[in-house]
């Protein structure tokens, strides 16, 4: 998807993002941010949306967000005030492929529905990578195409709609594992129906 396409299908997204997809992804989102507070430091969230997950994340750590979308960060914004988030250090517009960070900088990087929507995921993948800290841990939920089956055919089929939806149904796992710094610590199915995958990885 291109960077505009998504930016239109997110401003249609964010006034019923939270009461629509963000239902359906709310265990995918609890078993991330459990991960990331068993941890310490610094935590970037890419794609961080409307700010879900933002008052699940605990107080000793120190979470960046970004989103692409203006429309989805306001709201992102509007929440930390209202919940006097202070663990929420910064929330900034930027491009998930050119991340404006050092290397190494964050303890822990989160994807969540993120890498099926963005345009050339290699690059943000490799970007996730550059900015985690050596030993520290990148952490994806997202849907990834079923090889065969009925949900195979059924994803095959709403791919043309990718635009409009928002998200590539048919989107590759392998796209995501191509970073040779980061290694596959553990994998899961998650609810509903195992439409979605939770992935921890540790950087070498």
């Known amino acids: 998807m291109e960077l505009d396409a998504v930016e239109s299908s997110y401003r249609r997204w964010a006034p019923i993002y ?26 970037l969230e890419v794609g961080i949306g409307t700010g879900l997950s933002l008052s699940r994340y605990a107080p000793h750590l120190e979470v960046t967000g970004i989103d692409y979308s203006d429309d989805m960060l306001a709201r992102a914004r509007r929440r930390v005030q209202a919940e006097g988030l202070a663990h929420v250090r910064e929330l900034r517009q930027m491009d998930a492929r050119v991340l404006d960070f050092p290397d190494g900088h964050f303890d822990t990087v989160v994807a ?35 090889e065969k089956g009925p949900m195979a055919w059924i994803e095959r089929a709403f791919s043309p709609l990718a635009d409009r939806l928002g998200w590539h149904p048919d989107f590759p796992r392998r796209r995501v594992m191509g970073e040779a710094s980061l290694s596959v610590t553990e994998e899961r199915r998650l609810a509903p129906l195992g439409l979605f995958t939770y992935l921890r990885l540790e950087k070498s």
Do not use: W
Not at 19 to 43: D, H, K, L
Not at 117 to 134: L, T
């Open 18 to 43: 939270d009461s629509t997809f963000g239902r359906i992804t709310q265990m995918g989102r609890r078993r991330a941010v459990e991960a990331v507070n068993a941890g310490q430091g610094r935590v």
């Open 112 to 146: 969540m529905y993120l890498v099926s929507v963005v345009p050339e995921p290699e690059r943000v993948m490799a970007e996730i990578a550059r900015v985690c800290k050596p030993g520290g841990q990148v952490i994806i939920v997202n849907h990834f195409a079923r």
